[in-house]
């Protein structure tokens, strides 16, 4: 038996247990999560330092102070979010007990990605532990330092018997992927996404796939371009482009193009020094294998800003490329790095036709301030997510779902839909065995008479407080009695 058999073997034993559908049980395991976040700070910190060169700030920054937000958003709200839900009635179930029942799915595959390796990982697990389920943990392989971290120090803070952390590379993930689980959850890229799908299709496992692709970034005429290139240039060259909600690449007029260089440019020299190679502020990309990848895909391109590059740092800098057009090498693929293309749209129309023509994207940037035009944007595109007149933050909003569409990902996690996203909501209906008079319209034999009193019951559906149903149910009692009695026994 592999070590990843194993893994899986042990936690579905130890979810058998039924150990984690105790809400303190899960609760306790958020707080040990969070204690985790808390103290172990350093070790997470030197990780991401050695795999990305994130700074010391950025780590809390755009990894850590997330996921304390979202464990304890999860503590607070858990007896809430697992309650029973009371749904709406029809005129047949009033006097029933109908709602949904959140239960946990099973064992989860959390499958992690390097770009943002605590965020991405542990914010999967966050809702799989609060849903009650057993989880292995999958780090990415390519952020090594990292998955060592997580391989060592999660283990002291977490049950380890149903939440295991495998390690390793693509052996591991493929045996992995031949064990059978009640939900994988992947952050990736679409060529692997379709790999998982189709070991998750054997056993019939859901999976939610959190994918990306080229997100773009409409600046409108109307707009305070100063602010707009500001935000921009934040959300683009954070974390060395490596983020899957990263603005991809910018439409704007002809007419604006420079403007927007120079705006970008000087926002790059304000957070980035004259050098930003020498700046703390400034990471990596992740290896030789993705440096290469980028510098390819400069080819063909008119570099307006940047493009200074080390691989033996696997460092390239802040980089604009103008006049790029629709056909160009960099327009083919996700960039995924610090290249950001400029393209020429004379509309929003014609900007919402380009985009409309290419894959969903993860999300969608609108500059400008005609709340029209933002309103008409949002009509006539599709994207997983869609902001105005900023870059990223809808990622820091649990109260929004986060997730893809087509083929940007499915599924959605973050806050209570990562609860839900982890949790089979189970239809419940509780019947009496009284009101029998009541049946008769729906046993054979069948009548026209019956059908109408059927289609009454049926399609009338309420909405009462509980006055309300209990005056109801009152006069249903008389109904029932008087007219059902005399109609079925004519």
């Known amino acids: 038996m592999s070590r990843e058999q194993k893994a899986v073997d042990r936690a579905r034993k130890a979810f058998l247990t039924g150990r984690s559908k105790s809400l303190d049980y899960r609760i306790t395991q958020l707080k040990n999560l969070l204690r985790f976040v808390r103290e172990r700070q350093n ?23 997330g996921l304390e937000s979202e464990i304890n958003l999860a503590v607070k709200y858990l007896k809430e979010w697992a309650a029973p839900r009371p749904v709406s009635k029809s005129m047949m179930t009033i006097s029933d007990q109908v709602y949904i029942q959140p239960e946990p799915l099973g064992v989860v595959l959390v499958i992690g990605a390097w770009n943002y390796p605590w965020a991405v990982t542990i914010g999967p697990l966050i809702g799989a532990i609060a849903a009650g389920n057993a989880a292995v943990i ?10 060592k971290v997580m391989e060592d120090l999660l283990p002291l803070y977490l049950d380890k018997e149903l939440y295991p952390v495998v390690t390793g590379g693509v052996t591991e993930t493929q045996e992995l992927l031949k064990q059978r689980f009640d939900h994988i ?3 990736g890229n679409g060529t692997v996404a379709k790999i998982i799908m189709e070991a998750a299709a054997k056993h019939l496992t859901p999976t ?10 409409y600046i409108d005429t109307n707009c305070d371009l100063a602010i707009a290139c500001r935000r921009i240039a934040w959300g683009k060259y954070l974390n060395c482009g490596q983020t899957c909600i990263a603005p991809d690449y910018i439409l704007c007029n002809p007419s604006m193009q420079d403007r927007v260089i120079e705006e970008i440019k000087k926002n790059i020299k304000d957070f980035y020094s004259d050098d930003p190679k020498k700046c703390l502020d400034y990471g990596r990309i992740i290896n030789q ?8 895909l400069l080819e063909g391109s008119t570099i307006a800003v940047g493009g200074e590059n080390d691989e033996s740092e696997c460092y390239i800098g ?12 960099v327009m083919q693929e996700e960039i995924f790095g610090p290249l950001l293309p400029i393209l020429t749209v004379s509309s929003a129309d014609e900007a919402i036709k380009f985009i409309n023509q290419r894959e969903k ?35 820091s909003v649990s109260s929004l779902p986060f997730g893809g569409v087509g083929n940007s990902g499915m599924g959605h996690y973050h806050g209570k839909y990562g ?19 009541m049946n008769k319209m729906r046993y054979p034999p069948h009548t026209e008479d019956k059908l109408g009193w059927a289609r009454f019951f049926i399609l009338k559906h309420v909405d009462f407080g509980s006055l309300g149903r209990m005056v109801l149910l009152a006069l249903m009692a008389v109904f029932v009695a008087v007219i059902l009695q005399r109609y079925f026994t004519d």
């Open 43 to 65: 070790e997470i910190a030197e990780g991401l330092k050695k795999d990305l060169g994130r700074s010391e700030c950025g780590t809390p920054l755009y990894e850590t102070l």
């Open 138 to 147: 999958k780090p990415s392989e390519v952020s090594s330092h990292t998955s």
């Open 185 to 187: 959850f992947y952050t």
């Open 208 to 217: 939610t796939l959190e994918l990306g692709g080229k997100s773009p970034c």
């Open 289 to 296: 294998r993705h440096f290469k990848r980028l510098m390819a």
């Open 318 to 329: 802040p980089t604009i490329l103008r006049d790029v057009k629709p056909d160009a090498k």
């Open 361 to 395: 994207p993860l999300a969608l940037y609108i500059f400008s301030s005609d709340n029209k035009l933002i309103k008409h944007m949002i009509a006539e595109t599709s994207s997983g997510g869609v902001v105005a007149n900023d870059c990223l933050m809808h990622f």
């Open 419 to 437: 609860f839900d996203n982890m949790s089979h909501l189970r239809s419940c209906l509780i019947k009496k065995l009284k009101m029998e008079g």
